[in-house]
């Protein structure tokens, strides 16, 4: 029953509002709402915070510096100060004053980053069974303090409730950006420009921040783009298949479309010998190895580098200020289909209902394992090397990528789908401090706070992530899970992870958070006797 719910929800929205309008009801979709925040959950917010004795990683594309002593007063921060140089006693007569209201974290040996922003985060599904405290925390543990909900599948009052409740810091959550998915909640299909236009108006004055689109006719998506752009609203696509044919990426981004989810509709742009992708004869897009499996051959059929197609959208795109977010990590199984369901975190991280969800199913969202073999994840390897290079390419060029993770979906989980991103976004050939930017600075741009998130800067707000670690070494401390070092005595042990995320000067412990997850995990195996195991084994 859950899978058959959440396959209703996505399919209605991928193939528009015209079908989705009433499948699901709001009440049927939500799930289980964040607890109010617990006595203990944060220190904070202080008349004065003093960080001391990090190395800064500011997010501006800067290298490392420290030690430094950051000073926050409220929500803000204040001041950066270099306290000295590395490998000798910090000046102390150099730091900034402590008195009696002043807060001092030690952040010795500690690596200092810019809060990071997920692009692309669904804040949990009543068909994964993910609440979201569950979400929540497992973003907060990874660093994540603001996240972009692409289609706000909660409906938009539960959504709109956890932005406001989470700015209020009342909770333990990310800030929230919510985009609803475009014809959610009207009575009937949209068929006509102006009822777009109503549509988006409704959404402006309800407090929505952007609308999510699977793709529309064009004289609809032109309406509802050109009024969102008036009431200030941001805009994200997912090109889906069966709206791609007449509206891909460069289609989109001449009408006002800000920013691109995943890749579709960026090879259909670069098509220079046809105008759709060669589908198999028996294609059906209801099918998901279908969907998924003729997706690995898409990149093969577009334009490369250096040809006059290749140019021309490269070119557009720059000049239109148009923002990627590839969600690389979402289709790494399609790759390595093992690799991604014997990640480590799955044992004492994914609730049960979640792994039961990625199981291979006929009739759920990103199980579609019906038969995944050598032949489709060499093809989906090839794709990602094409996909990839566009993606550095458009970034070496000066455009704007942005990290988002899709995490609920194809073996990934929350948070550590972000830091698995952050992994494929250099492994598309970003150096390590540009990578940290797509996970900072470039969403914050993208979502037109940069002015207030994004980069360790005084004047802006407190959102910071403290890392027992050098991710410009190996991005893989970041991961809850820590990462793999053999020590001294050679003895296999556990380094890394993320000590603090800061957020509004609020002070978490990111290693209690994950103990909060994994006690949640736990009890629900010993309610119900469950235990992960490996897909077709029961």
């Not at 950051?70 to 008195?99: M, S, T």
């Not at 830091?419 to 900072?440: C, D, I, K, N, Y």
């Not at 209690?512 to 195991?533: C, F, H, P, S």
Request: glycine share 10%.
């Amino acid at each position: 029953m859950k899978k058959c719910l959440l396959v209703l929800l996505f399919w209605g929205m991928a193939f528009g509002s015209a079908t989705y309008s009433g499948m699901v009801s709001e009440a049927a979709a939500q799930v289980t709402p964040a607890p109010d925040r617990a006595e203990g959950e944060g220190e904070g917010p202080f008349t004065r915070l003093i960080i001391r004795g990090g190395t800064l990683i500011s997010g501006t594309g800067a290298p490392p510096t420290g030690p430094v002593d950051i000073v926050i007063e409220g929500n803000r921060i204040v001041n950066i100060v270099n306290v000295g140089f590395p490998g000798v006693p910090i000046q102390e007569n150099r730091r900034p004053a402590a008195d009696d209201n002043t807060r001092e974290l030690d952040a010795e040996g500690l690596f200092i980053l810019p809060g990071f922003v997920d692009m692309h985060g669904h804040m949990g599904g009543a068909a994964q069974g993910t609440p979201a405290e569950y979400v929540f925390k497992l973003w907060m543990a990874h660093g994540i303090t603001t996240v972009r909900d692409p289609g706000s599948y909660n409906g938009l009052e539960w959504s709109l409730s956890h932005k406001e409740r989470s700015a209020r810091n009342e909770i333990v959550a990310p800030r929230l950006h919510v985009y609803l998915s475009f014809g959610r909640g009207h009575q009937g299909p949209i068929t006509m420009p102006e009822q777009a236009r109503n549509w988006v108006r409704d959404l402006a004055r309800q407090g929505g921040d952007g609308i999510k689109f699977f793709g529309l006719r064009p004289d609809l998506m032109e309406a509802a783009l050109n009024e969102a752009a008036r009431h200030g609203l941001g805009s994200a696509a997912h090109h889906a298949q069966l709206n791609v044919a007449w509206m891909n990426v460069l289609d989109s981004s001449a009408l006002g479309l800000t920013t691109m989810e995943h890749w579709y509709g960026l090879p259909e742009a670069l098509f220079s010998d046809r105008t759709v992708q060669h589908y198999r004869l028996d294609y059906n897009y209801m099918n998901e190895q279908h969907r998924f499996e003729e997706a690995g051959r898409l990149w093969a059929q577009a334009s490369g580098p250096g040809t006059p197609r290749y140019e021309y959208v490269m070119q557009t795109l720059l000049e239109r200020d148009f923002t990627m977010v590839p969600t690389f990590n979402i289709y790494d199984a399609n790759r390595d289909l093992m690799r991604a369901y014997t990640a480590e975190w799955h044992r004492d991280y994914t609730l049960p209902s979640l792994w039961e969800f990625f199981q291979p199913s006929r009739i759920a969202h990103g199980s579609y394992w019906f038969s995944w073999g050598i032949e489709q994840e060499v093809l989906w390897k090839d794709n990602y090397r094409r996909w990839m290079a566009f993606v550095n390419d458009y970034k070496n060029r000066g455009g704007r990528v942005a990290a988002g993770s899709d995490s609920g979906y194809i073996f990934q989980i929350y948070g550590f789908g972000f830091v698995r991103e952050l992994e494929m976004l250099r492994e598309a050939g970003f150096h390590p401090l540009e990578v940290l930017q797509s996970g900072s600075l470039k969403g914050a741009e993208a979502l037109g706070m940069a002015a207030e998130i994004g980069t360790v800067e005084p004047g802006k707000l407190a959102d910071l992530v403290l890392v027992d670690g050098n991710p410009i070494e190996d991005l893989k401390v970041l991961y809850g899970t820590g990462v793999l070092r053999l020590n001294a005595d050679n003895v296999p042990v556990r380094a890394g992870g993320v000590r603090y995320t800061i957020k509004d000067g609020i002070i978490y412990d990111a290693r209690a958070l994950l103990r909060d997850v994994r006690e949640m995990v736990r009890q629900e195996k010993d309610r119900t006797g469950y235990e992960i195991y490996l897909p077709g084994t029961r």
